[in-house]
Structures are given as C-alpha cells and as structure tokens.
C-alpha cells in the first residue's frame, strides 16, 4: 500500500514562505516523476492544477504563476518530494497535493495523490 503524506501547510502574510514536503511511502520500485498540484477555494474537487513537477533526473517543470517564487525539490533516497514557496500571494491560497507517478514490482505506473494540506496567504 502506498501513502503520500504532505505536511507544512498553514496560514501566512502575503510576502511570507512556506515550505511543503511529502514523503512516500509503501514497497515501492520506482518513483518517475513527483509533483504538487492545488485547488482554489471553491473549486470543484477534480480541479487541480499543476504548481511544479519534478523528475528522477531533476528536471523540473512550473506553472508560469510560481516561477521565480516556487522551488521544487526531490531526495530519491528518501522517496521525499519538498516545495519551497516564497513571496507568497493571497492568490497562492489553495489546497496543495502531493502527487507522485510510481511502480511496484511487476506493476504498471500509477498515479498516487496526498491528502492535501491547506494553504492559506492572508493579512
């Protein structure tokens, strides 16, 4: 059985950082690309969009609103995935997931997401 479990969320002043991290877990193979999607306020649950992705070989990929601001990061020792977020807006308020694209033993790939952990950028 796999688990992302995300942590780091919370509640900031626009201007301020937060730093989100997601560990995976679970008999695992190999783990192809890991990534962070969120959900705005009020969207339906099966809106997600994508923040940043991150690769085995350490390419990384982000949504144009979080680029200079949002760095993704990986340890595939730890099968761990980080997001640094700064200069944070309140448009950045949003339910972030952990994401991660894996295979076990004689599997396929799948596609294994987080619960989620709240966001909130406010004065």
């Known amino acids: 059985q796999v688990r992302l479990v ?18 995976v877990s679970g008999s695992i193979r190999t783990i192809n690309d890991m990534g962070w999607f969120r959900r705005a306020p009020g969207a ?9 992705t991150i690769v085995s070989t350490g390419l990384t990929n982000y949504q144009d609103s979080v680029k200079g601001r ?11 995935v980080s997001l640094q977020m700064n200069h944070l807006t309140p448009e950045d308020t949003a339910v972030y ?3 991660a694209l894996l ?4 599997s396929g790939w799948n596609r ?3 619960q989620g ?3 909130t950028v406010s004065s």
């Open 44 to 52: 339906p649950e099966n809106e997600r969009e994508l923040v940043a």
């Open 97 to 99: 997931y952990c994401t």
């Open 112 to 114: 294994y997401w987080g």
């Open 70 to 80: 949002f760095t993704i990061s990986r340890d595939n020792a730890q099968n761990t």
């Open 103 to 106: 295979r076990f033993d004689g």
């Open 117 to 119: 952990t709240q966001v």
């Open 6 to 23: 995300e942590s780091g969320g919370g509640l900031v002043q626009p201007g301020g950082s937060l730093r989100l991290s997601c560990a």
